[in-house]
Structure formats: C-alpha cells, structure tokens
C-alpha cells in the first residue's frame, strides 16, 4: 500500500533563517506530487505541483522553491523566510492520470 | 485562484441529523471531488463525481452534482462526533494535472 510522510511535524523558525520541509511517497511510481499552504481556517492554496523528476510548475510567485531530485521525494525550500510564511504546509501525490490525491500528515511551520 | 466556493462557511447540528454543504464552482469541470480535514490534520479523499454523473452515494454520504447551476452538493445522513471535521470541494479540468479547492465548510456535530 501507498504511505506519504513529512517532516518535521512542526517547525519554529526566525525570520531570515532557510527552510527546508521534505516529502516521500511510498509504494508507488511515478506520481505527481504537490505542495499546499493552509492558512488557518482557509483553504489549500497550491504551492508547486511535480509530474516527474526536475519538473516543477510554480503556481504562486514568492520566496518559497521546490525540487523533485528523486522520483518519490519533493523538497520545499526557502532561502529566507518571512512571517507571511507561516501556515501548514501539506505534501500530496496522485497517480498519473488521476485527479484523486493523497494528503500527508502536514507541517506547522510558525516564522517568528 | 478560487474555482470551488463552499457553503455555507460553518455549520452545526445535533448529532443524528443530516448535514447539506454546497459548492458552487465557475468554470466547466472534468469531475469534482469532497475531501475532509479533521483538524491540524491532512485531508482525505471522501468521493469523486464525474461530469455525467448526477448522484453518487458512498456509506452516509450522498453526493449530486449539476452541471448547468455549475454546484454540487455533499449529505451527511444520520451525523456522529466523528464527522466534525472541514469539508472541501475540489474541481478538476482537462486542461492540467492540478485540482482546485475551496475555502471549505467547518462542519461541527453537537452531542
């Protein structure tokens, strides 16, 4: 069976410091793979969405990046993060051809 | 941006009545879909109903679609404890590999 973890859980960090959250997928190939923000108590906003290694589509412009260096695992990084980076940061996959996602578990990122 | 839009924004009941979210959404879709979120968790996966589909049922859950009023519907029969939770429509087109979600209705089942 198909299992996507993240971490870390949770994450205090100070303004100006790097980020770097890291998502796997399990038991499967070959599968898109996103990124959301959720502020609290709204909805997903759509970070980055992969369909295959090095390919990354930014949906929102910002301070935030990815990379897709192995087939199952996407990174999000930041090189300086601001408060308005705080939220939960969600990690998802489908199968290709699939409009049906797979959430992981989440991380709290709090800026301070 | 926003293609799905939920309502209403909160709601709650007694437990063992039905609950009724809406979503309203602008564009024309290749299917939509419900999900759930209980909190500070991530969302699963509830049901997924095509463009010629008018109603799908799933256990307690009944969904309906109308293409031409461009909304759907989510019914949570005889509501538990358990089904307090955020729900959220999410749409797909034919156009990409992404789904779009909305703003989501916090559902809230009283004992």
């Known amino acids: 069976s198909q299992t996507i973890h993240q971490w870390p859980a949770t994450l205090v960090q100070p303004v100006g410091s790097p980020l770097s959250l890291e998502c796997t997928v399990e038991?499967?190939?070959?599968?898109?793979l996103y990124w959301y923000r959720q502020a609290a108590g709204r909805g997903l906003q759509l970070l980055f969405y992969s369909v295959g290694i090095g390919q990354i589509s930014s949906e929102v412009p910002q301070n935030l990046s990815a990379s897709r260096p192995q087939d199952r695992q996407f990174i999000l990084s930041s090189k300086k993060l601001l408060l308005s980076d705080s939220g939960f940061y969600l990690c998802a996959w489908s199968l290709r051809g699939s409009d049906t996602q797979y959430f992981g578990p989440g991380t709290r990122l709090t800026v301070l | 941006s926003q293609q799905g839009e939920e309502d209403p924004q909160a709601l709650s009941i007694q437990e063992g009545e039905n609950a009724t979210m809406n979503c309203s959404y602008k564009?024309?879709?290749?299917?939509l879909q419900w999900y759930r979120q209980n909190s500070g968790r991530g969302l699963v996966h509830l049901i997924l109903?095509?463009?010629?589909?008018r109603e799908k049922h799933s256990g307690r859950l009944r969904v309906t679609l109308d293409t031409s009023k461009k909304s759907s519907s989510l019914l949570i029969t005889a509501s538990r404890a358990a089904d307090t939770a955020s729900y959220f429509c999410?749409?797909?087109?034919?156009?990409?590999?992404?789904?779009?979600f909305g703003k989501g209705t916090r559902l809230h089942i009283l004992p």
């Open positions: 109903i095509r463009s010629n589909e």
């Open positions: 999410a749409t797909a087109t034919n156009r990409d590999d992404k789904i779009i």
């Open positions: 038991g499967t190939s070959n599968p898109n």
């Open positions: 564009t024309s879709i290749n299917n």
